[in-house]
């Protein structure tokens, strides 16, 4: 490891790269008020509006929240964001103003779903979302949807009749679309009529139990919505959030106590954060949002109509649960990094009220070779993270493990539950040998290995780099 002084000096010369480097274009739509979850969510995300180009905050109804939008409420917490920007800029670059990020608060229309869609039934919203599909920018434009999406297909149905069938399939292959369910009936009819439309979505509605099964309620649903066994309970409860979030000044107290689970609508944003695990663009490669695969699902009692064509939808994966058994679900996806997420957002919250020096910072993980690597079926790979620090200085743990269901090189599991064993997995340099045996034909794909780099810092941080093997014959 360099020493401190050399990495330091190295960070300080990256950090205005990281600054500027293309961020996410994001524009949230959000049913804020329906329940506490969406207040959560936005505290959240203001946090990591460095790691952002936020378009747009748009107040929207719901099956919820059906004659109404807050966006008062919005302005609100971004008004806290605003006390507390100079500090969090302090400890990472690239933090936009409140001042910014108010002007971007619309709305929608204060009716329920496809009943705001149509001829003369444009919004603040819709408009300010058909302005951020005609920018120049070739970067796509990602809608996370915490409500119902009725803004989005409002604006999509304006530019199908107003605009030439180029400029319509333009402005949808721009489109990135994570919706927390279905809470109106205007996202089926999205999915139906753009059938190009990249989607992310658990479908289904919550009076047939939807949210029960969606892969999102695995961020905190373990009592509630998810019931999902093997997650720790103890790091999304509201004394966890009290100590961690709320005490923490302006922005931490407009974090309201949770009234079914904490923080619902924050997977559709957590996979675009640069943690180095997260692919926004690979849903099947999985991050702290989750794990989706492109596929057209059964028809499900939930479902409001049956879905015709292929979506990014739930996906399981094994994980050793806090319990010490073995889960196979699409709820672990999320919960499987849930201790890096949270203390992440807890070290984040510091940053509002503390100087650099009193606060943690994640550790920075380097490979010392290649992040795609090809091999035969048993050669040796030999792995490296020389070059890893920590910019506070800290010392730093190494995992590195096989991330079975995120390639296409599949292997069933030994008893232990892992497929693949890797030698000196906790230590900088690893290796292992790609399996010959209980492997399927042809015996050739991709291999997802993460090595997790965890600082000793309080929090303890976690960040990542991926190395991808393409097995070769």
């Given at each position: ?175 990135r679309v994570y919706a927390i369910s279905d809470q109106d009936d205007s996202g089926p009819w999205l999915r139906k009529e753009f059938p190009g439309l990249f989607y992310i979505v658990s479908p289904g509605f919550s009076a047939g139990g939807a949210y029960h099964h969606a892969t999102w309620s695995g961020i905190s649903g373990d009592y509630f919505h998810a019931r999902c066994p093997g997650a720790d309970f103890t790091l999304v409860t509201n004394e966890w959030l009290d100590r961690n979030i709320r005490k923490k000044g302006p922005l931490g107290a407009e974090y309201p106590h ?216």
């Amino acid at each position: 490891m360099p020493s401190r002084h050399a990495f330091l000096l190295l960070l300080a010369c990256c950090l205005p790269l990281l600054a500027s480097a293309a961020k996410p274009r994001v524009f949230v739509l959000t049913d804020i008020e329906n329940e506490p979850d969406d207040a959560m969510s936005l505290v959240r995300y203001l946090t990591y509006a460095n790691h952002f180009e936020t378009e747009g905050l748009v107040a929207t109804t719901s099956i919820h929240q059906r004659n109404h939008v807050a966006p008062q409420r919005i302005r609100q917490i971004v008004t806290a964001y605003g006390k507390v920007r100079d500090n969090l800029e302090l400890h990472e670059p690239g933090f936009p103003t409140g001042e910014h990020l108010l002007a971007l608060v619309t709305e929608g229309l204060p009716v329920y779903g496809l009943l705001g869609v149509g001829e003369g039934k444009d919004s603040s919203g819709s408009e300010a979302l058909i302005r951020a599909l005609d920018r120049d920018d070739s970067r796509p434009l990602w809608v996370p949807v915490w409500g119902g999406p009725s803004v989005l297909a409002q604006a999509l149905a304006k530019l199908r009749s107003t605009r030439a069938p180029e400029q319509l399939a333009r402005a949808v292959a721009k489109l990135r679309v994570y919706a927390i369910s279905d809470q109106d009936d205007s996202g089926p009819w999205l999915r139906k009529e753009f059938p190009g439309l990249f989607y992310i979505v658990s479908p289904g509605f919550s009076a047939g139990g939807a949210y029960h099964h969606a892969t999102w309620s695995g961020i905190s649903g373990d009592y509630f919505h998810a019931r999902c066994p093997g997650a720790d309970f103890t790091l999304v409860t509201n004394e966890w959030l009290d100590r961690n979030i709320r005490k923490k000044g302006p922005l931490g107290a407009e974090y309201p106590h949770w009234e079914y689970l904490m923080e619902g609508d924050t997977p559709s944003f957590l996979n675009l954060i640069d943690n180095g695990l997260n692919h926004s663009e690979h849903p099947d490669w999985g991050g702290w949002g989750g794990r989706y695969e492109l596929y057209t699902p059964r028809p499900q009692k939930w479902h409001l109509v049956p879905e015709t064509r292929p979506i990014w939808t739930d996906a399981d994966d094994e994980v050793m649960g806090a319990d010490g058994r073995w889960h196979d679900t699409n709820h672990a996806t999320i919960w499987r990094w849930r201790e890096a997420y949270q203390n992440d957002f807890a070290a984040r919250m510091d940053w509002t009220v503390k100087p650099y020096k009193e606060a943690n910072h994640p550790p920075v993980p380097k490979l010392g070779h290649a992040a795609r690597l090809t091999a035969k079926p048993g050669e040796r790979v030999d792995l490296s993270a020389e070059g890893t620090g920590d910019p506070d200085g800290d010392a730093v743990s190494y995992v590195w493990f096989y991330y079975n269901e995120a390639g296409t090189f599949p292997l069933s599991s030994a008893r232990s539950g892992q497929p693949l064993e890797i030698k000196a997995y906790d230590q900088p340099k690893a290796w292992f040998v790609v399996p010959t045996a209980r492997v399927m034909a042809p015996g050739t794909g991709q291999m997802h290995i993460i090595l997790a780099v965890t600082d000793h810092g309080s929090p303890r941080l976690t960040r990542y780099q991926r190395v991808i093997v393409d097995v070769v014959k």
